[in-house]
């Protein structure tokens, strides 16, 4: 397969300037305030965004290294595929939330329920449609009823370096 490359459209503020401490999911970052500085020339891409309640954020894990096949997720104690999990170690680092949208001016997007590293590429906006993304009859595979941890579980150093029998490159 040919590589793909792409251009950040903006950065995210938070306030979580360390990764050890944070939420692990949106719903641990209820009332998190940050911001989505856009790039000037994308401004106008924003328009009508004010008229939705949530995003999806699309990002780039910029403070991984690496990626793991197999990992340790934060809600369980056995390892799962990197692919049953949400964690950052991945082939293609690339992690998304869900955030309220609180206003946006000009080429600044304020948001609510912030989990993201501050200072993380922005790859996309996307609107969240309730008609579109909410999936009622969804199953949660292995996490099963532990999700709701996710509010009050914070990240610790597990996924700051893969581990020796992890793959450093994408296979070919």
């Known amino acids: 397969m040919e590589e793909i490359t792409y ?24 009332g998190v305030r940050g ?20 995003l999806i954020l699309l990002y780039h894990f910029h403070e991984s290294e690496g990626y793991s096949l197999e990992v340790q997720p934060f809600l ?10 949400r964690a950052p170690l991945r082939p293609n680092p690339i992690g998304l939330s869900v955030v309220r949208l609180v206003s946006v001016e000009e080429d600044v997007v304020h948001i609510e329920d912030v989990d993201i590293l501050d200072g993380t590429p922005l790859l996309d906006i996307k609107p969240y449609i309730p008609e ?10 292995w996490l099963g009823g532990r999700a709701a941890q996710a509010r009050d579980v914070r990240a610790d150093e597990r996924f700051w370096r893969p581990t020796p ?8």
């Open 76 to 85: 369980d104690d056995k390892t799962h595929g990197i692919f049953a999990s």
């Open 165 to 172: 029998e992890s793959e450093t490159e994408p296979p070919k």
């Open 7 to 30: 251009r950040p459209i903006g950065v995210i503020r938070s306030p979580f300037s360390e990764r050890k401490g944070m939420p692990i999911q949106p719903i641990g970052a209820l």
């Open 35 to 54: 911001s989505i500085e856009l790039r000037p020339d994308l401004a106008p891409g924003l328009k009508d965004l004010q008229g939705f309640s949530h």
């Open 132 to 141: 579109f993304d909410s999936k009622p009859e969804a199953t949660s595979g």
